[in-house]
Structure formats: structure tokens, C-alpha cells
């Protein structure tokens, strides 16, 4: 059984620092890895998304993927107080349907 | 453009009561999805539908079926509530390889 492991937190960092998640899966055979933000009482809302070794970036976010020792992190730079949410990773095989499997989710509180 | 919508967005029942959770989207997306979030227990998969007429179980399928009623819309019932279906019921659609989420179901049962 696929397995999506995360720290659950929380995670406190000072406003403008550099928040860092982790993220690590069991199965080889995950291709796409996703970074997905919640915050408290709403839905998840993709903001990253990866599917080759390295790093990827967006904006104050990069998602670095290492698929040989099966983890993916999302680091937050300058982060802010309306970053203060639950991050949830989510990993998925390449072909067949679309089925991702989720973590549990990190909680990020940014304190001013 | 609303994205995925879900009705209702709160609702209370008593054990033994039976209710439709309807997900609509109009994206023209092929895949739907059903989760269910509990605190520290994060997104687990119900059922989904890959495209219309089709329909499969996830992780926790036992207590609910889906209807796949047209491309638009999903549903999820439960036939006979149970304290322990106490969760939000999120509805999802996919445009691979973004998934998109509705706002979410709050169900409680007494």
C-alpha cells in the first residue's frame, strides 16, 4: 500500500523566514508529486506541482524532488502570516487513473 | 465559471436517517471524486468516477454509494447514517494533472 508521510506539525516560523516541508512515499513508482495548501475550514487548493528531479519554482515557493531517496519538500520563502495553513503532499503513478494518495498534512503557523 | 459546487454545506442527522450529497462541476472535466477528511486521518478516497458511467470504490467505500448522473454531476449517499461517517465530504474533479476541490460537506450524526 502506497504510503505518503508528513510531519504534522506544527511548524512555527517568524514572518519573512524560510518555512520548509517535507515530504517522503514508499512506492518507486509515483511520478507526479503535488503540494496542495488548506487553509482552516476550506478546501485544498493545488499550488505546486512536480515531476522530475530538481527543483521547481513558483513565485516564494520551489518544490524539490529527490525520487531516489523518495522525498519531496516545499519551501515557503519570506513567508507570511497569510501562509498559516495545513500543507498537504500528495503523490501519484504515472498512467492508469488518476488516483493520488494524500499525507496527512503539515500545519504552518507564521507568526508576525 | 463555478468551478465545483457542493450542496448542502452543513448538515445534522440522526443515526438511521439516509441523505444525498450533491457535487456538480462544469469544467467538462472526465474524472470525480469523493473524499472524506477527519482531523489527523487527512484525505481518504471513497468512491470516484473516471468518466461518466463508470464508477469505483476507494479506501472507505463501506456506507455510501455514488450515482455518476451525467458528466456534471456525482453524487454520494448514505443509506443509513452512522456516528462514525462524522466527517467533511469533499468532492473533487480532475483536469490532469490539477485536481480541484468543491468547498466541502460539514455532516454530523447524532
Known amino acids: 500500500q502506497k504510503e505518503v508521510e508528513q510531519n504534522s506539525g506544527p511548524l512555527s516560523v517568524p514572518e519573512g523566514a524560510i518555512a520548509s516541508l517535507n515530504c517522503t512515499y514508499s512506492?518507486?513508482?509515483?511520478?507526479?508529486f503535488f503540494w496542495y495548501r488548506q487553509y482552516s475550514g476550506k478546501s485544498p487548493e493545488l499550488i505546486m506541482s512536480?515531476?522530475?528531479?530538481g527543483d521547481k519554482e513558483d513565485g516564494r515557493f520551489t518544490a524539490q524532488l529527490n525520487k531516489a531517496s523518495q522525498y519531496v519538500s516545499l519551501l515557503i520563502r519570506d513567508s507570511q502570516p497569510s501562509d498559516s495553513a495545513t500543507y498537504l503532499c500528495?503523490?501519484?503513478?504515472?498512467?492508469?487513473?488518476?488516483?493520488?494518495?494524500f499525507g496527512r498534512g503539515t500545519s504552518l503557523i507564521v507568526h508576525p | 465559471n463555478a468551478g465545483v459546487t457542493q450542496t448542502p454545506k452543513f448538515q445534522v442527522l440522526k443515526t438511521g436517517q439516509s441523505m444525498t450529497l450533491q457535487c456538480a462541476q462544469d469544467?467538462?472535466?472526465?474524472?470525480m471524486y469523493w473524499y472524506r477528511q477527519d482531523p489527523g486521518m487527512g484525505l481518504r478516497l471513497i468512491y470516484y468516477?473516471?468518466?461518466?458511467?463508470?464508477?469505483d470504490k476507494g479506501e472507505v467505500p463501506n456506507g455510501y454509494n455514488v450515482s455518476r448522473l451525467n458528466k456534471r454531476e456525482f453524487s454520494l449517499r448514505l443509506e443509513s447514517a452512522a456516528p462514525s461517517q462524522t466527517s467533511v465530504y469533499f468532492c473533487?474533479?480532475?483536469?490532469?494533472?490539477?485536481?480541484?476541490f468543491g468547498p466541502g460537506t460539514r455532516l454530523t450524526v447524532t
Open positions: 512536480i515531476y522530475s528531479n
Open positions: 473533487a474533479s480532475i483536469e490532469s494533472p490539477e485536481q480541484y
Open positions: 469544467m467538462n472535466h472526465n474524472s
Open positions: 500528495a503523490v501519484k503513478e504515472t498512467g492508469g487513473s488518476y488516483i493520488p494518495t
Open positions: 512506492d518507486r513508482v509515483s511520478q507526479s
Open positions: 468516477s473516471a468518466s461518466e458511467g463508470t464508477t
